[in-house]
Each structure stands twice: as C-alpha cells, then as structure tokens.
C-alpha cells in the first residue's frame, strides 16, 4: 500500500487545514499521526474502514475530524481552531486493525508540515 499525504501549511491559530491521503489499496483501517520535532510520533486519529468508528486523543478531540472517502480511497483530517503546539509533521497511516499505536501500521505516508503560528 502507498500513502500520499498532502494539504500541509502554514496557518494563524485558530485557523483551520484540510489533509489529504491517498491510499493505493482499500480495506485498511485508516490513521493520522504527527511528529513534532523533538518529541515522539502522537496519535491524532483513526477510522475504521467498514463501519467507520473513529478515535481521536483528548488533545484534538472536538477540533478534528477524520473522515473517508472509499470511492477515492482517501482519508482526510479536518483540522479545526488550530494552536501553535499543532505544529507537526502529519503522518497518514494504513493498517488492519483500529489502534492509537504507530506499530500497529505497516504502511506510512511521507508526512506533510502543518505549522501553526501564535
């Protein structure tokens, strides 16, 4: 499977960014991670394939929403009421079951730059 995350940029706080993936295969529960340099890759957010449940930590919870698009086979992350500490390399990820654990993917996309400035 090939990811190809887009939609990167550089917006104020409390602006808001759409990100794109697009996934070469079907049928993979679908996640969002980021990077912030010098910290730990974080979970941002995963979606089921099938029934779409969706997981988001309470650092995003109600300012982002993952969504997808089968027919496109592409996943998106709205990201709403941005802050400065969103500032991150963003990660989409491919995987067959739904966790908040970056090695339960196989399949990572190249990241694009989300910056957030005060």
């Known amino acids: 499977v090939q990811l190809q995350a887009s939609g990167g940029g550089l917006v104020q706080a409390g602006g808001s960014l759409r990100l794109s993936c697009a996934a070469s295969g079907r049928n993979y529960a679908m996640a969002w991670f980021r990077q912030a340099p010098g910290k730990e890759r974080e979970f941002v957010a995963t979606?089921?394939?099938?029934?779409?449940?969706?997981y988001y930590p309470d650092s995003v919870k109600g300012r982002f929403t993952v969504s997808r698009d089968n027919a496109k086979n592409s996943v998106y992350l709205q990201m709403n009421s941005l802050k400065p500490e969103d500032t991150a390399l963003y990660y989409c990820?491919?995987?067959?079951?739904?966790?908040?654990?970056?090695?339960?993917?196989?399949?990572w996309g190249q990241g694009t730059l989300v910056t957030v400035s005060s």
């Open positions: 990820a491919a995987g067959t079951i739904l966790s908040d654990d970056p090695r339960s993917y196989p399949y």
């Open positions: 979606l089921g394939w099938n029934d779409g449940r969706t």
